[in-house]
């Protein structure tokens, strides 16, 4: 499965931005967004199920809306009241369980969103 992110760039602290992946395929049962800022590991960000079930990261809940169409498939992230600590590569994520239960993992290339003061 490939996942194809846009949307990331430069915004002001304060400001919005939307971010977009949409997958090759529509076996995934969750899709979400991941962040990677320099010297940090990569955190949770916001995840959907297939179902519709949201699960967010404290840092971004009130700022952040994840969101999903089924149909294309594409999921969403609206960020807004963005701040510098927002800064990160942000990474799209897939998953789909198998038939037997089994989990695979897949990822975007990332696109970067810079916060600015």
């Known amino acids: 499965v490939l996942l194809v992110e846009s949307g990331g760039g430069l915004v002001q602290a304060g400001g919005s931005l939307r971010l977009s992946c949409t997958a090759s395929?529509?076996?995934?049962?969750?899709m979400g967004w991941y962040r990677q800022a320099p010297g940090k590991e990569r955190e949770l960000v916001a995840t959907i199920t297939r179902a519709g079930n949201t699960d967010y990261a404290d840092s971004v809940k009130g700022r952040f809306t994840i969101s999903a169409d089924s149909a294309k498939p594409t999921v969403y992230l609206q960020m807004n009241n963005l701040k510098p600590e927002d800064t990160a590569i942000y990474y799209c994520?897939?998953?789909?369980?198998?038939?037997?239960?089994?989990?695979?993992?897949?990822w975007g290339q990332g696109t970067q969103v810079t916060v600015s003061t």
């Open positions: 395929e529509s076996s995934l049962n969750a």
């Open positions: 994520y897939g998953r789909r369980r198998s038939a037997n239960y089994k989990t695979y993992n897949y």
